[in-house]
């Protein structure tokens, strides 16, 4: 990597064991539901994931929660939040009831769901 280099990829914290194994030339088993992050440590113009998924709490309450480039969305017991990274990266507006985002909050609901989905199969 070049000094003082870094990277706009989104990454997961599951993605730091198959980076290490690969850096340390250890097999790797297949059903991790991390990746390596060698190709951004090489090139840090290289995309990250499409999508991050991370459990969240805020005290004892436990949320889930998906970023993309753009977007983070979370579903809490008490309800939603969508924030618009590009224009309120502070997330300060949550735009979850507004109608003008109907469209990309039902994409981003799916878009939990799946990631939801992934984490718990794997760990079956």
Not at 45 to 73: N, Q
């Amino acid at each position: 990597t070049k000094p003082g280099s870094s990277s706009e990829g989104l990454v997961e914290l599951v993605d730091l064991y198959p980076t290490m194994a690969e850096l340390c030339k250890i097999p790797v088993p297949d059903e991790l539901q991390g990746r390596t992050l060698v190709p951004l440590l090489l090139d840090p113009e290289a995309p990250g994931r499409d999508v991050v998924f991370t459990v969240v709490s805020r005290g004892a309450t436990l949320g889930k929660a998906i970023r993309t480039d753009r977007w983070r969305y979370a579903v809490w017991p008490d309800g939603e939040e969508l924030y618009d990274l590009q224009n309120d990266y502070a997330e300060h507006h949550n735009l979850a009831n507004s109608e003008e985002h109907a469209v990309t909050l039902a994409a981003m609901r799916t878009r939990l769901a799946q990631a939801n989905t992934r984490a718990e199969d794997a760990k079956r």
